[in-house]
């Protein structure tokens, strides 16, 4: 038996058909709906180290406070459209409005997780696993194990992964370009690299906000 024969089918989760276009709620308003589907075939195939896809670089995600939800449509964002986001659940307020966000992570998975990861249902019933597979980790790797002052990997009393929230770095686009190819905008970046830089650094340094920050 050859080894395509041997090995077992991955079938990857599907958003719900009440979530994809033809309901007239959804012409109305994004809906919401909790996927632990998503979440249990993450564990299954990407973070479990007999996983067919794992990936060691989410080992500290093995039994992470993550949940994911479906969301019937992207949005629109600084004239890109989102078809994934991760988050670290916080409420930035009191009284009856964080009484009634706290409700609705109750309602939807049972208790308030730590991070939340939203998938389009939209974009991820019609791309290819590919796709989805690279939407996905690419999502997971903005979700990091926290470092201490020394550089180490930072752990609570009980010896779990302290997480913390980062947006893109180059560590991202490695792991997802090293298993998944590169996107249109990695491979933009690439063939930039191969030319002189057409601006010198300090003025790329004057012209980022990020930097700004650093320098202030």
């Known amino acids: 038996m050859s080894k395509r024969q041997s090995e077992p089918e991955i079938s990857r989760p599907v958003p719900p058909a009440s979530l994809l276009p033809g309901s007239e709620d959804l012409l109305i308003y994004t809906h919401l709906v909790p996927a632990p589907e998503v979440g249990a075939w993450v564990q299954d195939t990407i973070l479990s180290t007999d996983g067919p896809l794992h990936n060691p670089d989410h080992a500290h995600l093995l039994d992470a406070d ?54 389009a249902a939209d974009y991820c019933a019609q791309c290819s696993d590919a796709e989805f597979c690279a939407l996905v980790e690419h999502e997971l790797y903005h979700i990091a194990h926290a470092l201490d002052e020394f550089g180490a990997p930072k752990f609570d009393k009980e010896g779990n992964p302290r997480l913390m929230l980062r947006g893109h770095d180059v560590e991202e686009f490695i792991g997802v370009v090293k298993r998944y190819g590169a996107s249109k905008e990695v491979s933009r970046m690439v063939e930039a690299a191969k030319h002189s830089p057409e601006v010198g650094n300090i003025n790329i340094a004057r012209a980022c906000g990020t930097c700004l920050l650093r320098a202030a």
């Open 66 to 119: 993550l949940c994911f939800l479906w969301a019937s449509s992207a949005f629109a964002k600084q004239a890109r459209t989102v078809v994934g986001q991760a988050e670290q659940v916080m409420f930035r307020a009191g009284g009856w409005q964080k009484a009634r966000q706290e409700q609705q992570m109750r309602e939807w998975f049972g208790y308030v997780p730590s991070f939340i990861i939203t998938l």
